[in-house]
């Protein structure tokens, strides 16, 4: 089963799934700290996209730009979620990490 909460910034959606998740004894994912760390990875491992993102550069990537996916691993310790990229965690460097 997935749940998925939709709402506006602030709104207290993170706070919403943990707490849900715990009660139903559920995998937590944030989602939002998993779209950082690709454009993380993408501006500042592999630069890929410049600094200042343009829908340009985006729509420039091909399917191949994107096979790095494979080597990011997310997990959820310690009541935290924490990003891995070929084995080194990343977490610290996307903001907002929750």
């Given at each position: 089963?997935?749940?998925?909460?939709?709402?506006?910034?602030?709104?207290?959606?993170?706070?919403?799934?943990?707490?849900?998740?715990?009660?139903?004894?559920?995998?937590?994912?944030?989602?939002?700290?998993?779209?950082?760390?690709?454009?993380?990875?993408?501006?500042?491992?592999?630069?890929?996209?410049?600094?200042?993102?343009?829908?340009?550069?985006?729509?420039?990537?091909?399917?191949?730009?994107l096979n790095f996916v494979t080597n990011l691993r997310y997990t959820y310790a310690?009541?935290?979620?924490?990003?891995?990229?070929?084995?080194?965690?990343?977490?610290?460097?996307?903001?907002?990490?929750?």
């Amino acid at each position: 089963m997935i749940i998925t909460i939709d709402g506006p910034v602030a709104s207290g959606k993170s706070s919403v799934s943990k707490a849900l998740a715990k009660k139903l004894n559920f995998y937590y994912v944030c989602t939002g700290l998993l779209y950082r760390a690709v454009a993380y990875v993408l501006i500042t491992i592999l630069h890929k996209l410049p600094a200042t993102v343009t829908t340009e550069s985006v729509v420039a990537l091909t399917p191949v730009d994107l096979n790095f996916v494979t080597n990011l691993r997310y997990t959820y310790a310690d009541d935290k979620p924490h990003v891995f990229y070929e084995n080194q965690e990343i977490t610290e460097f996307l903001a907002a990490a929750s």
